[in-house]
Structure formats: C-alpha cells, structure tokens
C-alpha cells in the first residue's frame, strides 16, 4: 500500500471539509467569477506568485492586508482607498504591505474584465493563495463581494487586535466579529509567515516587570536572541521574524515556539497562559506522534472563510471599483 505524504492528507481534509462550509458565507459562493470573467482566479494568483517569487515575506503582507481590512468596516477593500481615507495610514495598520500585489492584479483583471471583479474578492482571494504558496493548506474562497463607498476620515480601529492586548480582551474583539476563541487561536497563527518591528515587543525585553527584568514568561535563552535583535535604544523599525525557525514556511512551528515560551509578542505568548487556549495551542503544536499539524492546516482554511465574511456587501450594496485606492 502506497503511503500518503501529510501534505496530501493535509489537502484532502480542506476538500472534504470545506466544500459544504463555503457555500453558506453571507451569500457568498465559490466560483462566482466562472461566468463574467473565468480567469479571475488565475490572474490573482499567477500575480501573487510573480510577487512572491521576488520577495517571500510578501505573503505575510498580503494576509495581514486581508485581516486589517475585515476588522475594520468589514470585507469592503476600504483598507486600500487612500483619499480621504483614515483606515489606511492608522497607527495600528503602520507598515502594511502588499497593496502593489493588489493593484497589480486589479490592472490586469481590469483590461480583461472591466468592471467585474472587485478588489475586496482580490483581496480575499490573494490572501488564500499567500498561503498556499507558503506551504498552507488551499482552499474554495466565496467570493461576490462588492467594494464599499463609505470611507470613513476617522473610522474606528480600537476593535483590531494590538500586541499587548490580554487574551479576553482578545476573545471580545474577536467575538464582536462572530469569531469564536478557537478562530482566534487558529488566525493568530498566521504569524508563523509574520514579522513584527521591534517597537512592538520591545518593552517585553528590557524593564518589563517592577524590579527591572524582562517579560518572565519568554524563554531565557530566546530572551538573549531577542536582546541582540532589538536591543535597548535601538531602532524600533526593525522587523523580527514571528516564527524564528521557518518564517517563510506556512507550518505548526508558531504553536510550538508559543507552547516553549518563545513567542515573540507579548498576546501570542498570552495564548499560552489562557487554560482555554493554551489547549488548542498544544492540539496545534502537535506531541511529535501522528500527523503533526494536521489540525491547524484543516482548520485555518475554515477560520479564514468566517472572517472573510465579516460585513461584506454583496448584490447591490457598494460598488465594483475601477482602481482599487479610489471610490468610483
């Protein structure tokens, strides 16, 4: 009997386990461009992998991209409008990056297919393939979103996750959004392709506690790592790696550096002091027996179809933008 590789078992869990789940999104369907324009798809990902062929760490860049937009007046690409827009250039959205793989996409889609597909679908479906192509699981994304018109000059980002936030404030914000706390645990980790600057966990290294040490809970000896990657009074634009071991590899390895005290910000490494998730922690990490892992690749792809129906406009509501910076 010919044995399968985990990959494979890996792929065959999304199919099975997915194909009824994305149907019931919001009014949402897979497929939605088959018709009025059947290389949609293909042209965002053949544009995703141009741009991760030349730099990797894109990939985190464009799921970040995704995840920013959803939290914040829904899945409606107001993320990428840079007139008269405040979501864009809010502090916690700082360092976003991959909205030329976006733009690129929708010039292509644009002279093929004027007018149809939107730049809120080429965000979700770019966000899948970022995955996929960092070695995650694949995955039917529900499209027949339309893009949103009312961008708000001030609009409220207090809900997104911030990196010292404790984990039930974590669970509350994730929940205002209809995600539950194993969709927390599951997106956060997305972090295993992440990066942070410095200036976001930096805190954590130097005078964290009343007596002057470092945050207790991170490992000592990736303490000293951290020291000499960020040290004190240095430039906080520095950008670490979340995942130290694989951070270009879509893997388990972001579970087990949380389960061994070595994650890098200070609400991932929280996971692990939360009985509740520090338990869907350990079931992702895996215990080195089995199919490692094999969890976490089944249930991101589900976790990802939730959130990227946060809010979506379908049928009439907003529009299909022509240039995804600008409202028509």
Known sequence: MVQMEPKWLVLLAVILGLSWFAETQQGLKPGFYSSSCPKAEAIVRSTVETHFKEDPTIAAGVLRLHFQDC??????????????SGERDALPNAGLRGFDVIDDAKTQLEALCPGVVSCADILALAARDAVALSGGANWSVPTGRRDGTNVSSSPDVSNLPAPNDSIPVLRQKFADKGLNTNDLVTLVGAHTIGQANCSSFQYRLYN??????????????????????????????????????????????????????????????RLFGDSDTQKIVKNYAGNGRGLLGLRFYFEFPKAMIKMSSIGVKTGTQGEIRKTCSKSN
């Open 208 to 269: 964290f506690t009343t007596r002057g040490n470092a945050d207790p809970t991170i490992n000592p000896a990736f303490l000293a790592q951290l020291q000499a990657l960020c040290p004190e009074g240095g430039n906080g634009s520095t950008r670490v790696a979340l995942d130290t071991n694989s951070q270009t590899k879509f893997d388990v390895s972001f579970f087990k550096n949380v389960r061994d005290g070595n994650g890098v910000l200070e609400s991932d490494q």
């Open 71 to 84: 939290f914040v007046q829904g899945c409606d690409a107001s993320i990428l409008i840079t007139e008269g």
